[in-house]
């Protein structure tokens, strides 16, 4: 028979607590016993009681505090938590001797490497879930942690969504699972923010949009805002997805699903929750009928049409196989994925293409830094595709001018006129790049020559 107090519910070794306003809420609780030679002695009260330790120092940050609700046999408390950490939960039975009056303290388990930070959702399909292949130091840091498919929460280490003890879990992986970006975007993310992070893997290989999108199946959609609720919420949700849906109706069809998906997902959750997506890469397969093009625009637009919903590029990050970010690309890609929601630092997107002479287009961008320079050895009008009422236009030459570029035609623009650069699946080498950030220029589709 044990005696003191125990933990039964609320919070796990490793936990991280999402913070809000610099403090972090969550409710714990168990059960009590007193000693029985403490019964015989004779105690005037005995009150299940905590506090909150550094783990760095062992410094408390507060003297025992007694538990919140406390009955015959059960105790709980809702605990308030600095953000920071890493901090250690003890707990015990304060006995107060109904003789002396001395303290006794019995007790009581104890919950370490606790900390209060930023939660994040991580949802999408393969290249989310991580299957990157390679040979890349990315290794664990006691400041990133994760909640497992398991449903305990542990130090983050390779792989993230992986099917240990998780036969119940809706996004347990079918293949072997590899490396994901997130685990270097944790570490830059606690290096620029002071604060420990939290890992929910939400993500599955393969999944469609249907299966998020509460209009259709959204089984996966409705699994992660149960993770997140679980986890007592998250800061942003990360999303990497769209390769399924690469194709034919699926891909027109697209934004209206992912638009679902946020909607459904701030709905459930209360707030504006931030969408951080990643715009498709490179796929080593046969050509296909423009999709991967369409699902890149999508990706683009709805960045710019959704509040709160950022965007990055992936077009210069090899590979380790046909589809899959190889281990390198997914540090890389972690990196990038905190300096933009922790820096403000965007990628080069196109704003407008303008027809400056009979024969030149001049297409001015975004979220340049430095100045747009060509990042390799390709002729880069290979890279442009240009098409009026007359048909397809060759480029004669491509020239970088500051935040803008000169393209040079073949002949001049006749009516109605579009302009798309990456195009199709096989491309997007990361061409032309910012000067300064390093970050490519996002691949876009048909946009209006004004």
Not at 6 to 23: E, K, P, V
Not at 46 to 58: G, H, I, M, Q, W
Not at 182 to 205: E, K, M, N, S, W
Not at 395 to 424: D, Y
């Amino acid at each position: 028979m044990f005696y003191g107090t125990r933990i039964t519910y609320g919070l796990d070794d490793w936990q991280i607590i999402n913070s809000d306003n610099g403090s972090g809420r969550v409710t714990v609780g168990g059960l009590w016993r007193l000693e029985d030679g403490a019964k015989k002695a004779g105690v005037s009260s005995a009150d299940p009681s905590y506090r909150l330790v550094n783990e760095f120092d062992n410094s408390c940050l507060t003297d025992w505090i007694k538990a919140d609700h406390i009955d015959s046999e059960r105790w709980e408390t809702t605990l308030t938590v600095p953000r920071g950490g890493l901090y250690r939960l003890e707990t015990c039975l304060d006995a107060v001797s109904a003789k002396s009056g001395e303290h006794w303290r019995f007790r009581g388990d104890i919950r370490n490497h606790i900390g209060c930070g930023d939660v994040f959702a991580i949802a999408g399909q393969s290249n989310a879930a991580g299957y990157g292949k390679g040979v890349m130091p990315d290794p664990p840091d006691v400041r990133v942690h994760v909640r497992r498919n398991s449903g305990r929460w542990d130090m983050a280490s390779h792989p993230l969504n992986d099917a240990t003890d998780a036969q119940d879990c809706l996004n347990a992986p079918m293949g072997q699972t590899g490396t994901s970006p997130f685990i270097a975007f944790g570490r830059r993310h606690a290096d620029l923010t002071g604060a420990p992070v939290g890992l929910l893997p939400c993500a599955q290989g393969g999944s469609p949009i249907r299966m998020w999108d509460p209009e259709q199946d959204g089984a996966l959609l409705k699994n992660m805002i149960t993770k997140i609720k679980d986890a007592g919420g998250a800061n942003a949700v990360l999303w990497y997805q769209g390769c399924a849906d690469a194709a034919g109706e699926l891909a027109r069809s697209y934004a209206k699903s992912f638009e679902n998906v946020v909607t459904y997902t701030r709905k459930a959750l209360g707030w504006e929750i931030p969408f951080y997506t990643f715009q498709l890469n490179k796929y080593y397969a046969p050509h296909d009928d423009g999709g991967w093009d369409v699902i890149r625009q999508t990706q683009r637009q709805m960045a710019r049409s959704l509040k709160n919903v950022f965007i990055l590029p992936t077009c210069d990050l090899s590979l380790s196989d046909e589809i899959h970010l190889c281990s390198a690309s997914n540090a890389a890609l972690g990196e990038r994925l905190a300096l933009l929601m922790d820096k403000g630092v965007y990628a080069p997107d196109i704003e407008r293409a303008l027809k400056t002479g009979e024969a030149e287009v001049r297409l001015e961008f975004a979220n340049v830094k430095g100045e747009l320079i060509k990042a390799d050895t390709r002729d880069a009008s290979e890279c442009f595709e240009l098409t009026d009422a007359a048909g397809n236009i060759p480029i004669e030459a491509v020239k970088t001018e500051g935040s803008s570029i000169v393209l040079t035609l073949a002949r001049p623009v006749s009516g109605f006129a579009r302009v798309s650069f990456e195009k199709e699946r096989m491309r997007g080498a990361g061409s032309v790049k910012d000067s300064l950030t390093l970050l490519p220029v996002l691949p876009f589709l048909n946009e209006e020559i004004k």
